[in-house]
C-alpha cells in the first residue's frame, strides 16, 4: 500500500513507496536481459488488463499493451506499452499507432475515473526517468483526499498552431525551455471526454510537436549538449477539468538554485520558442 505523508503548512504531500527500489534498469543490463515489454515475453509482466489488436489475453499480436506495474507508486498504477517497436516512440511511431496509444489513454482514464485522480504521464528517456528503454506511458489513480500540486491551464498564448479543436502553444510561465501545451478550446472538459474524432486530431498534433521539438534539439548543439541519448521528454494529461496535455522536453538540468528556491530558470523566452516552433 502507498502511504500518504502530508506537510501541514503547505497542503502539499508526499508518497513513500519503498517498492519502487526494484525497478529495473536497463541502462545498467546484464548479459542476459530480455525486455518485459516486447512480444514473446509477455509472461514476464503481470497478467494484462487491456489491449488493442489481434492475439489471446498475454500473447503477441497486440498492438497496445496495458498491464499493472509491477512496481507501483499509488494502490493503482497501470503500464501503457506504446507499441510491439522496442525502439520508436510517439515522434518515430505511424500517426494512426500514436491514435491507438491516445485511444487507450482515453479509454483507461474512462475505466479508473471514479477511483481517484487519474494521472496519465510518459517518461521518455533515462534522465526523463525511463527505467526501461522500450516506450511506453503510465497511468497511476491518486486518492481524491490528496491535493495535487499541478498548474491549472495556462491563458493561451505564444500560440504555435491551431487546429479545429486544440491550440498548440507556449505559455508565458513556460518552466523550462521550448515547453509546450495542447489544449482542447473547448473549457471544463475532462480527457475521458473526447470524442474519436478529436483523438485523432491530438495524435497529429502530439506526433508532430515532439518532431519539431526533436529537430529544435539536433540543430541547437551549443544549447543543449551532446546528442547521444536523443531529445529526453516528459509529457503528462492534467487530471480534472479543463484538461490539457503539457510536453516538457528535458533540455536543461535543475541544479540548486531551483530546489532551493522553488523557482525555476528558463534559458529560453516562451515567445521565441514559439516563433522557432511554427516555423518548423
Known amino acids: 500500500m502507498a502511504k500518504y505523508v502530508p506537510d501541514v503548512k503547505t497542503s502539499r504531500w508526499v508518497i513513500i513507496s ?15 536481459f530480455k525486455c518485459p515489454f516486447c512480444p514473446g515475453n509477455e509472461a514476464m509482466t503481470p497478467p494484462e488488463v487491456y489491449r488493442l489488436g489481434g492475439g489471446e489475453p498475454n500473447q503477441p499480436g497486440w498492438r497496445v499493451r496495458v ?77 481524491r483526499q490528496i491535493n495535487l500540486d499541478t498548474l491549472v491551464r495556462e491563458p493561451v498564448n505564444n500560440v504555435v ?11 508565458d510561465f513556460s518552466q523550462w525551455p521550448f515547453e509546450v501545451w495542447i489544449a482542447p478550446k473547448a473549457m471544463d472538459t475532462k480527457f475521458s471526454d ?51 496535455l503539457r510536453i516538457i522536453p528535458r ?11 522553488g523557482l525555476n530558470v528558463n534559458i529560453t523566452d516562451p515567445s521565441e520558442a514559439a516563433k522557432m516552433l511554427s516555423s518548423l
Open 161 to 171: 498552431e491551431e487546429s479545429a479543436g486544440f491550440v498548440i502553444y507556449c505559455p
Open 18 to 32: 519503498p517498492g519502487r527500489q526494484a525497478r529495473p534498469e536497463e541502462a545498467l543490463p546484464t548479459r542476459d
Open 251 to 261: 533540455l536543461v538540468f535543475r541544479a540548486g538554485f531551483e530546489l532551493g528556491t
Open 67 to 143: 498491464v499493472p506495474n509491477k512496481f507501483p507508486i499509488t494502490d493503482i498504477h497501470e503500464v501503457i506499452i506504446h507499441s510491439p517497436d522496442d525502439t520508436r516512440d510517439i515522434e518515430h511511431l505511424p500517426v494512426e499507432q500514436v491514435n491507438a496509444v491516445l485511444t487507450v489513454y482515453r479509454d483507461r482514464y474512462r475505466a479508473h475515473e471514479t477511483n481517484g485522480q487519474v494521472l496519465i504521464f510518459c517518461n521518455h528517456g533515462a534522465h526523463a526517468g525511463a527505467s526501461l528503454k522500450h516506450p511506453h506511458s503510465q497511468l497511476a489513480v491518486i486518492p
Open 194 to 244: 473526447t470524442e474519436d474524432n478529436e483523438l485523432t486530431d491530438l495524435s497529429l498534433i502530439l506526433h508532430n510537436s515532439l518532431v519539431k521539438l526533436e529537430k529544435i534539439y539536433l540543430a541547437s548543439p551549443a544549447l543543449f549538449g551532446p546528442k547521444n541519448e536523443g531529445l529526453v521528454y516528459n509529457y503528462y494529461i492534467y487530471h480534472g477539468t479543463s484538461w490539457y
